[in-house]
């Protein structure tokens, strides 16, 4: 991949972290929690998403290259909550370096294992806001809360095809702060 197509990609990723660090939230907004955040380390909720998410690229099929982010612990919640020692983890990601074929297969597979693997589908359809209408997949996986969000980009803004994943946790209270 030349310089710009990598630099395209970074920046993706880039905003697609700077989102979720807004408080971006298909689910629920922050400020309308529904749940108690529990007690964890966050290496342990690092482990979790980073499990989750590279479960997710197996789902695509795709065999791409990969954007190499890891999994990040964040502040979480008010101001408040966030001196209470409140965070989430994300996983902001992508795959590329593919046609558009397999992308396009690569998200179908994702939409229909998702379900097969412990997940809610809670969205799968075309992005109404962009020109392309490229299929988008929101999820949440049924026993950890985690979300997903599934987002087929391509290659229109000059950048390159790919999709871009953002993994991320539910708050909780972090009990190794370190």
Request: charged share 25%.
């Amino acid at each position: 991949m030349d310089r710009g197509n990598r630099r395209n990609v970074t920046v993706l990723a880039l905003l697609g972290a700077l989102a979720l660090t807004t408080g971006c939230s298909f689910v629920n907004n922050e400020s309308e929690r529904s749940y108690t955040p529990q007690p964890r380390t966050h290496q342990e909720v690092e482990e979790e998403v980073g499990d989750l998410s590279s479960r997710a690229l197996d789902m695509t099929q795709v065999k791409g290259k990969v954007t190499d982010v890891g999994p990040a612990t964040y502040p979480c919640g008010t101001s408040e909550e966030k001196k209470q020692g409140l965070r989430n983890v994300r996983h902001v990601w992508s795959v590329y370096g593919v046609d558009h074929d397999t992308l396009d297969k690569g998200m179908k597979n994702l939409a229909a294992q998702l379900p097969q693997n412990g997940w809610q589908v809670v969205r799968n359809g075309p992005n109404a806001k962009t020109e392309s209408k490229r299929i988008e997949v929101f999820a949440v996986h049924e026993q950890t809360r985690t979300q997903l969000e599934a987002r087929w980009m391509d290659s229109s803004d000059g950048g390159e095809d790919l999709i871009h994943f953002a993994v991320y946790s539910r708050c909780f209270k972090d009990t190794d702060p370190e």
